[in-house]
């Protein structure tokens, strides 16, 4: 079933359909969710409160490009809004205005796994962390990121040349072969 | 710009799959089924019940329904044994000059019929000389006073009609006083074709006493008191009128309060913003309108209950609306929009945000004295949110845009209110603020209050 018809067949209420439509985004949508928080249970969360308003909100839909990355936009701006609301994250969530990093140039061959390249990305500060997924992954502007963490893009900027910095140390770290010390 | 880094990072996250552990479908499942509405629909259940049960008070009270209860309690005069039933004085018979001398020939003594109920019969007047002559002496119509000092029982003939008795002019012999016989009296039983008029009036009396014999039947029947019952229940329309505003929490008068619809900012592919603060909104139009039923509980105390509709507004200022279909994300989620209005704070056109309410008011009324007709009336209301065309003002972008999701659908109200009466009027000033937070998430503790004049009108006092 096309995404069209797939939507059509939600918006008439039935079941089988919108069971089809989690099943066809859990998976990636999880992924994302997983990116921008810090365990697998917060992960669920936002990804149920996401799908919810992905149900809530379908009608509005309206073929705006493709429903994968309608989908996608909801799950960000849900994961962003469960950050700023969450005890556990809110205090990290502050961005400071702080020295302009440059970006470093260094461009590291990742030889990581999908999963471990997530999990070192969550290893970063929710602040970092956001912002990278953000810019890295999601492909959005300074101005757009700045706009939507009520930020200013000089800020933006900054602490995206931070988080970059410190996740090509890891990778780089991580590429490194590990010393083997052998018995004589 | 992306390098190369980022490149890899987005290839590489492409792979990663996670898969979601169960209960979170049976969640999502939960939320969006039917049973949602299922609030919505009770509401509305609740709404007609209260409706109908209004239409059902109001329609006992009508004045049809009032002579239907009076007809089966039985309206009669109070009676008691020894009273004369009161007789209108019969005009003094006129006799024609001459020779001749009418007599009035009184009807039979009345007797049951088969099925056993009471024959009236005519008064018919004799001629005594060979002159043809009409009394129009009406037929009496209370003979035996005696009779009526007694108490009347079940068995005793109609009043009315009286007992035969044997006049001065006839004796028991059938011959009057003159020793003529008296002719024989096939017009006792019949009309004769002379008396026409005689028998009219005759016919007409016995049909009043008719109507009057069945009144006093009944009234054995009758309340002791005789006593209207006293109305309990009373049908109140009311209108009001005023000013609206946003109030932040308890403080209804703040100047200096951001009283505009705000979300958490977060936008998407938006132009930048101009840098300007948005506009307060100003206090704009309010009104309602309603039916009420009201219960006295005691001499200063009711209660009411109904349903009404309010209107509220505030005004604010926005710059040019924006065709645009486009997307946006805040702390609602994402929204897709068709247009939205620049931000120009107070310097562009005048927009009103309007809410249109469906309530149902639970109120208590307190008469402060029987001289004085000034009441205070202290009450809440669940309201439902039907329609609004409200503008929210985007933090971040700085824009307004519509989004009806943002606010609270069931608002509770609370009104206090004063009022004047003058016999079916009262008019006096009223407040109502909203106890619930206008929208449904968002920054500021934002409540809907409205202050003016209501005036109202019983319909059934």
Request: hydrophobic content about 35%; charged content about 20%.
């Amino acid at each position: 079933m096309d995404d069209q018809r797939l939507v059509k067949e939600c918006l008439k209420g039935k079941a089988a359909a919108q069971k089809q439509l989690y099943d066809r985004f859990a998976v990636p949508m999880m992924a994302v969710c997983y990116r921008y928080t810090k365990s697998v249970a917060d992960a669920e969360d936002v990804l149920q409160e996401g799908f919810i308003k992905v149900y809530r909100y379908l009608e509005q839909y309206k073929s705006q490009g493709e429903l994968g990355a309608w989908i996608r936009r909801i799950m960000v701006t849900t994961a962003i809004n469960f950050l700023k609301k969450n005890a556990r994250y809110q205090s990290e969530m502050v961005f400071s205005e702080t020295q302009l990093h440059a970006v470093p140039a260094t461009n590291p061959q990742i030889r990581l796994e999908a999963k471990e390249l997530a999990d070192l990305i969550r290893q970063l500060s929710p602040g970092y962390q956001t912002i990278f997924n953000l810019y890295a992954v999601e492909g959005y502007s300074h101005p757009e990121i700045g706009s939507m963490l009520g930020i200013k893009e000089g800020t933006s900027r900054s602490q995206y040349a931070r988080a970059r910095a410190l996740l090509t140390q890891w990778i780089e770290q991580e590429n490194q072969p590990k010393n083997v010390v052998y018995a004589k | 710009m992306q390098n190369e880094f980022e490149k890899q990072v987005q290839k590489k996250l492409e792979e990663l799959k996670l898969h979601p552990s169960a209960p979170v479908w049976q969640n999502i499942k939960k939320e969006i089924a039917p049973g949602k509405d299922r609030k919505r629909i009770l509401f509305w259940l609740l709404l007609g019940a209260v409706v109908t049960t209004a239409g059902f008070y109001l329609l006992e009270m009508t004045p049809a329904a009032k002579m239907v209860s009076a007809n089966k309690q039985g309206f009669s005069p109070a009676r008691h044994p020894g009273t004369n039933t009161i007789v209108k004085p019969q005009p003094a018979p006129t006799r024609r000059t001459g020779d001749t001398t009418d007599r009035v020939v009184l009807p039979a003594a009345p007797a049951r019929n088969s099925t056993g109920a009471w024959q009236h019969t005519a008064v018919t007047k004799e001629r005594l000389s060979t002159d043809v002559s009409v009394s129009t002496m009406p037929p009496p119509e209370v003979q035996n006073f005696g009779a009526l000092n007694t108490r009347r029982k079940a068995d005793d003939p109609p009043i009315g009609i009286p007992a035969r008795k044997a006049s001065s002019a006839e004796d028991a012999s059938g011959k009057n006083r003159t020793g003529n016989s008296v002719h024989p009296k096939p017009a006792e039983a019949a009309p004769q074709p002379g008396d026409s008029a005689t028998t009219l009036l005759a016919d007409s009396a016995i049909a009043v006493r008719k109507v009057q014999d069945e009144l006093l039947e009944q009234d054995s029947l009758a309340t002791p008191a005789g006593q209207r019952k006293t109305r309990k229940l009373i049908a109140v329309i009311h209108a009001s009128i005023g000013r609206s505003k946003l109030a932040s929490g308890l403080a209804l008068f703040d100047k200096n309060f951001a009283d505009y619809f705000s979300a958490p900012g977060s936008s998407s592919g938006f132009p930048p913003s101009n840098g300007l603060p948005p506009a307060g909104a100003k206090p704009g139009l309010s009104f309602g309108a309603g039916l009420s039923v009201k219960k006295t509980l005691n001499r200063h105390l009711s209660f009411s209950g109904g349903l009404d509709y309010n209107f509220y507004s505030t005004r604010i200022s926005t710059g040019q609306r924006i065709w645009n279909d486009t997307v946006i994300t805040s702390g609602y989620g994402s929204v897709p929009l068709r247009s939205y209005y620049q931000n120009t704070n107070a310097t562009g056109h005048s927009y009103a945000n309007k809410f249109h309410f469906i309530s149902l008011p639970l109120r208590l009324e307190y008469k402060i004295s029987d001289r004085i007709p000034l009441s205070i009336t202290a009450g809440i209301s669940l309201q439902q949110l039907v329609s609004t065309n409200a503008l929210i003002y985007h933090s971040t972008g700085q824009f307004y845009y519509q989004d009806k999701k943002a606010f609270q659908k069931s608002q509770l109200f609370s009104e206090f209110g004063i009022s004047y009466g003058c016999r079916r009027f009262s008019l006096g000033p009223s407040l109502q603020y909203g106890l619930t937070k206008t929208m449904r998430q968002g920054n500021g503790n934002k409540h809907l209050f409205t202050a003016g004049l209501k005036a109202g009108f019983v319909l059934n006092k």
